[in-house]
């Protein structure tokens, strides 16, 4: 039923659609490839400040823990000191290390844009009121997805790191971490939170579609638990700590993705069937 005052969503072939879709994945790699090409020009700060940081031990986050506990009278949580230096074995690792950064880096640093062109795509089959919501959107996204980023950032990746550097089986066996193995860890970690990140957003539009209700959320909390610790441990590198820190923003996320829910389901009105005689 078209209320008064509110649009219809236009109607487009199917063809028209995909032509559209089209275009908007050649703008978001263009997007995604101007972005790398601004990382890359930038590579050597990126690699020195962003990529190697977590691999010393007075990264930001071993600071704050040691400061939080100082602050409640305990001792140094982190008190191993270590500046770990990355081996590079393979003949192209460090080539392949600078693409592999470049791309990622792009499709980060291009994420609103991305947004943006996704919010365009589905803007035609939304309600006039949804379509205002645009900005929120899209803010919304950007801000979930760099939160994401920056959890594991400054927290799983670190902690990892620390993990598996002090975990020995024998003090005659040496941790030297590879090239490509640190930086595969890091970019997984880095764009698997930052997706996980999206968790309510993703709620809005299964509820707005009618897949998912609060109720069915609500009633499968626990088969939810057992999903988030699931989706901690793979995009974790599988230690208990990082896997367990992980898992609590995932745990909020869903319980805030709940209250999503809520917020945008409607019951379905029953129809009223006339009364024959």
């Known amino acids: ?22 275009w908007r994945i050649l703008r978001s790699l263009g997007a995604i490839i101007l ?57 192209s690792g460090q080539f392949s290390a600078f693409i592999w950064l470049s791309l990622v880096g792009g499709l980060i640093v291009s ?17 006039e009121s949804e379509r205002k919501m645009s900005g929120v959107f899209i803010f919304t996204a ?7 980023v920056l ?28 090239l490509s193995s640190y930086v595969s860890m890091y970019i997984q970690s880095l764009l698997s939170m930052g997706l996980v990140f999206l968790m309510p957003l993703v709620m809005y539009f299964l509820t ?4 998912v209700t609060p109720k069915f959320l609500k009633e499968h909390r626990k088969h939810a638990f057992i999903v988030v610790l699931t989706i901690a441990a793979i ?19 869903y319980e805030a993705s709940v209250l999503v829910s809520v917020w945008v389901y409607k019951e379905p009105k029953a129809e009223v069937v006339p009364y024959k005689e």
Do not use: C
């Open 1 to 22: 039923m078209k209320l008064i005052g509110e649009e219809s969503p236009k109607e487009m072939p199917f063809f028209d659609h995909i032509e559209e879709l089209r």
């Open 35 to 91: 972005g790398a090409i601004v990382v890359a020009l930038n590579s050597k700060w990126v690699v020195d400040t962003l990529l190697l940081a977590p691999l010393k031990s007075d990264f930001f986050t071993f600071n704050m823990f040691n400061k939080l506990s100082h602050l409640v009278g305990g001792s140094d949580l982190y008190s191993g000191d270590f500046n770990i230096k990355l081996q590079n074995l393979d003949i």
């Open 111 to 127: 994420a609103p844009y991305l947004f943006f062109e996704m919010w365009g795509f589905l803007k035609p089959a939304l309600k």
């Open 142 to 148: 950007v801000v979930l997805f760099v939160l994401g």
């Open 151 to 178: 959890f594991s950032y400054y927290f799983v990746v670190p902690l990892s790191v620390q993990f598996f550097y002090f975990f020995k089986l024998s003090d005659s066996i040496d941790n030297n971490f590879h």
């Open 208 to 211: 707005q579609m009618g897949v």
């Open 235 to 253: 995009i974790t590198p599988s230690d208990m700590s990082s896997m367990v820190i992980a898992s609590i923003p995932l745990w909020l996320l």
